[in-house]
């Protein structure tokens, strides 16, 4: 079965940098566009970044120049590099497939990391 893993979220001060990992387990990346999201409370979830299998990637305007995506196909992994930090980046981050990936009839989201920004 198919598990997400998300690693790397902390508390930072703005303008500091964080590096955020996601790893899958019982599935792929490999040929699919894998995208970084964030939710923080009281919104909606929203798309940060994504890579294409290629490896061309895209970035919301709001973390354009900020954020770094990356991948490693061989290992699964997708790393999302954050720096200038802003109070606004505060939310928990997820990564996952494009599309995403389904268990029955419901779509798989893994646990997230947390990141927080605030001096």
């Known amino acids: 079965q198919v598990q997400l893993v998300e690693s790397g979220g902390g508390l930072v001060q703005p303008g500091g940098s964080l590096r955020l990992s996601c790893v899958v387990f019982g599935s792929t990346f490999n040929f699919y566009a894998v995208g970084w999201y964030r939710q923080a409370p009281g919104k909606q979830r929203e798309l940060v970044a994504r890579i294409e299998h290629d490896g061309t990637t895209n970035y919301a305007e709001f973390v354009k120049g900020r954020f770094a995506i990356s991948r490693d196909n061989a290992k699964n992994m997708v790393n999302l590099q954050m720096s200038s930090l802003k109070p606004e980046d505060t939310a928990l981050y997820y990564c996952?497939?494009?599309?995403?990936?389904?268990?029955?009839?419901?779509?798989?989201w893994g646990q997230g990391t947390q990141v927080s920004v605030s001096s």
């Open positions: 996952n497939r494009i599309p995403e990936f389904w268990v029955g009839r419901t779509a798989y």
